[in-house]
Structures are given as structure tokens and as C-alpha cells.
């Protein structure tokens, strides 16, 4: 019999109220009963799982970060990252682009906006169930090193912007209700004192689609190229230029290592299936029999556990009182997490021989969906450089916008 990973890690449940595990139970239901069933579908269309958000929706999880005071479920760290691991186990496009909705709202509403702005998009994602997309990467730019804005914001007179710019790698495109845009001030030279974010409405005039996202996984976040050519009325300008640089970055990351190590941890269920219930000849018993498989489980047993504590000790580092050992254990936990789902990915599909290459295995899409762990911003080479300062005191931020 399988020994199965159990559904929130020992170490998380430890320090987990009943609430809190209550809350993700509810999202691992969620995953298990509905969004695994629909992942390839989603996947092979390369559409927005609308119906996985109705779900999302209904269960109250698009406010995981929303406050309570302002109707939402204001999950600590730990439990939204184990929410988050649940929900990508099941489907993980609709992991990551939870995880965007969710950090522009606790990140950059809450922790950047006014009491009117928070008022006003806590209430439109509680009341209207709306979704919100954070727009940051552009064509010819890499986070790698210093991320260089090329979208501009030109003062108008009623003190709002003029907003021209393209943004591609846009999570929730064709879905998000708002987008949290960052740009610099026009003819200002750049750098930080100078960058301005501002949220738009999706349906406004001059914010369109421009480019289809057709990449190898990933397929159903919707990841479109969006142009901008439209006002952000003073209202929806978060804070005095410069101000995007003081936000908790690292809630995203966060919550990237908890999606990428759900897929391996999905990879990992199927394929302990496969090799006990599959044999390679009648005669030679199940695949699990063979030393070089047990071998291969041990593993990815032992990645997948290291994992989740890296990311139990990033969900539990106190941002308050110590933000460089937050910075420290974020960065350890996503490019980990990101090279987990890779390696394990990888390693079920051999298990799984040349039936792990065919569109009915689950195998093959979360494999590709996996590739794009060890790249995204922060890249691992970025997260492991920032770790390595961290270590040797030298001063560190994940990601430089200028």
C-alpha cells in the first residue's frame, strides 16, 4: 500500500489553528473533487479556468489576503502557502494566478493603498468577487538584474496619469477585472524615485490584448501581452513615486514555491500509483519491486519533504521583526521548491517510461508546467545570488525595478 503524503505537512499542521486547517481542506477538496478534472482540458485549450474560479469564488479563497475587517479571511502566511500547495496539487495554473490575485490585493492594496483604495478594491473583490492581475514584466527587459521600466506615466491635468506602455507575461489577461500597472514618469530619466504604479480597469478605453500566450505550460494562466495607451484618474495612483519599492515582495515568491512544489507533489501521487499497480512484464511483479524504483521514490520522498519545510520556515520567518532572514528563507524556498518540481517531474516520467509522454498522462502536463519554475522572476540563478550575499552580509533585495 501507498504511503501517501499527507495532505498538509506535519510541520505546518503543528502550528496550524483548526480554522486555518479547516480552510485548507476546504481548497484541497476543491482541487482533488474539481480543478484536477478539468486541468487538461484548461491546459490543451490554453483557456482562463473560469470554472475553477467560480469555485474559488464561492469558498470565500479569492479573499485569502483580503482583511477581516473588510470581509476577507486575512490567512497568516502559513496558511495561504499551504492553500496555495493545495490548490496547485490540482491544477497549477490555477495555483499561480491565485497567487497573483491574492498578493495585489494583501501586498499592494493593503499594504500600499489609502484607506479609501483599500476600501474600495477590498470591498470589489469581497462584495463583486473581482479579480486583480499584477503587471509587471515587459518585452526586451529581464528581473534578472535590474528591471528597467519602459511603460511611461505622463502627468494630466487633474492629477492623474497618462499610461502608455507593454506589458507581456500578464497572468489573468483576458480575466483580471483590475490591473496593478507600475511605469515611470515620463521624460524623468527613470530609476526608483521615479516609478509610479497605479490600478486600471481592464475594460477601459486603451487597455487591450495584444498577444496571445501560447507557451509550452503553464497554458491556462492566460498569460497575454496587454497594451496601454489610457488614464489612471488620480484615485487609483498608489502612493508618491517610488513607493512600489517599499511593497512585500515576498508573498509572491512565497506563494510560487508553494505552486511549483505542488506540481511535484502531484507528479509524486500519480507515479507511487503507477509503480505499485503497474508491472513491466506479468511475470516480474509490480515496478516498485525493482530497487533502482525505490531508489528513484526515495528521492523525490526526500525533495519533496525538504521542500515543504523550506517552505513552512519561509511561511513562518517573522516579516516584522526580522526582514533579512525573511528575504533569506522566501529566496530559499522558491528556488528549491521551483528545482523540485522540476527533478521530480522529471524523474516520475522515467518511472512512467514512454506512457508519461502521452497527452492522457497527467506526467506530460505537469512537466511542462514545471519548466517555468526555475525562470520565473525571481529566476533560481537570481534567488540563489541573493541567498549568497545574504549569507556573506552583504546587502540583498530579490527584485531592482528602475
Known sequence: MTIRLEPIPSAAARMMSDESVALVELAGRLANERFAGRAAGYDAAAEFPKENYVDLREAGLLTLRVPVEYGGLAADPLTYAMCILA????????????TMHTNVLGSFVGGLGTEEQRSRYFGEAVEAGKLFASITSEPGASARERFVLSTTFSPTDDGGYRVSGVKHFCSLADAADYFFVSGIIEDSGGGPDNIISAMIRSGVSGVEVTGRWDAVGMRATSSHTV???????????????????????????????????????????????????????????????????????????????????????????????????????????????????????????????????????PLERLRRDALSGPVMPP??????????????????VTIELT
Open 87 to 98: 490548490v496547485a496539487r490540482g491544477c497549477a495554473s490555477t495555483g499561480l494566478t491565485l
Open 379 to 396: 529566476a533560481n540563478d537570481r534567488c540563489l545570488e541573493t541567498i549568497g550575499k545574504l549569507e556573506c552580509g552583504l546587502p540583498a
Open 227 to 361: 497594451t496601454y495607451d489610457t488614464a489612471a484618474p488620480a484615485k487609483a495612483v498608489f502612493g508618491p513615486p517610488g513607493r512600489i519599492l517599499s511593497a512585500d515582495w515576498g508573498s509572491f515568491s512565497l506563494g510560487y514555491a508553494a505552486v511549483y512544489l505542488g506540481i511535484a507533489e502531484a507528479a509524486y501521487g500519480y507515479i507511487t500509483d503507477y509503480v505499485n499497480e503497474k508491472s513491466w512484464t506479468p511475470e516480474s511483479g509490480a515496478i516498485i519491486n525493482h530497487p533502482g524504483t525505490q531508489r528513484t521514490i526515495g528521492e523525490m520522498s526526500v525533495a519533496i519533504q525538504s521542500g515543504r519545510l523550506l517552505l513552512v520556515d519561509a511561511a513562518l520567518t517573522d516579516r516584522v521583526s526580522d526582514p533579512t532572514g525573511t528575504v533569506l528563507a522566501v529566496n530559499r524556498a522558491k528556488q528549491y521548491c521551483a528545482e523540485v518540481g522540476v527533478s521530480v517531474t522529471d524523474a516520475a516520467m522515467r518511472l512512467a517510461g514512454g506512457g508519461g509522454l502521452l497527452k492522457s498522462s
